[in-house]
């Protein structure tokens, strides 16, 4: 019954911005950790940026000061902001979370269905 479910990706020319969003649905008695991964073709799964239920935050390097990890805790909801858009961002980018749903109240880890972001001009 969770489910994560990303939004916002799409086309921008080099320089532009997006924002991704991720929802997530269900039974949910506690959303903790939430994480955006990535992945371009050939290559292998990459963690882009995590945030706690505080709003603590965290980016890999290449990322760090050009994109924003927050989130709505009322509306279940992470975002990422990407400023300065590089052809090399160019990826599907994958929503993760850790949660407890009301059915189990274990810790589960969730995967969105991912959102493609492409850069070109």
């Known amino acids: 019954q969770v489910q994560l479910v990303e939004s916002g990706g799409g086309l921008v020319q080099p320089g532009g911005s997006l924002r991704l969003s991720c929802v997530a649905s269900?039974?949910?008695?506690?959303?903790?950790?939430m994480r955006w991964y990535r992945q371009a073709p050939g290559k292998q799964r990459e963690l882009v940026a995590y945030i706690d239920r505080d709003g603590s935050a965290d980016y890999v390097d290449y990322v760090r000061g050009r994109f924003t990890i927050s989130r709505d805790n009322a509306k279940k909801t992470v975002y990422l902001r990407m400023n300065s858009l590089k052809p090399e961002d160019t990826a599907v980018y994958y929503c993760n979370a850790d949660i407890e749903p009301y059915s189990d109240l274990r810790e589960h880890d969730y995967w969105g269905q991912g959102t493609q972001v492409t850069v070109s001009s």
């Open positions: 269900g039974s949910i008695w506690s959303l903790n950790l």
